[in-house]
């Protein structure tokens, strides 16, 4: 069992940056894969990108590519998203997930999720 708690969102002009967080507590950080997902207004939820259990891959969705970067700290149970170059279409609740056996890149890949939080960009 793990328990994640996201932090970072909030308001921001576009173009701006935000750095989200997620800090995890329960079982041992390293046994997961962590990612992050996130759901706009009347949109499905949707894969933005994924750090394997050390850091040494990463993966993201198109729209994000050269925009964010996914990093972990495992000494401090946390994985980050760096989000640059903020788009109004960016805006949507952003979810930490985690997964024990394969990278979150998919809905049924996904063991936990957090509570989400907000993140949104005016134009």
């Known amino acids: 069992q793990v328990q994640l708690v996201e932090s970072g969102g909030g308001l921001v002009q576009a173009g701006g940056s935000l750095r989200l967080g997620c800090s995890a507590s329960?079982?041992?950080?390293?046994?997961?894969?962590m990612g992050w997902f996130r759901q706009g207004p009347g949109k499905e939820r949707e894969f933005v990108a994924a750090i394997s259990w050390s850091g040494a891959s990463t993966y993201y969705t198109d729209s994000v590519k050269g925009r964010c970067t996914i990093s972990r700290d495992n000494a401090k149970n946390t994985v980050y998203l760096q989000m640059n170059s903020l788009k109004p279409e960016d805006t949507a609740v952003y979810y930490c997930v985690a997964a024990i056996r394969e990278m979150p890149t998919s809905r049924g890949k996904i063991d936990y999720w957090g509570q989400g939080t907000q993140v949104t960009v005016s134009s």
């Open positions: 329960g079982r041992t950080f390293s046994s997961y894969a």
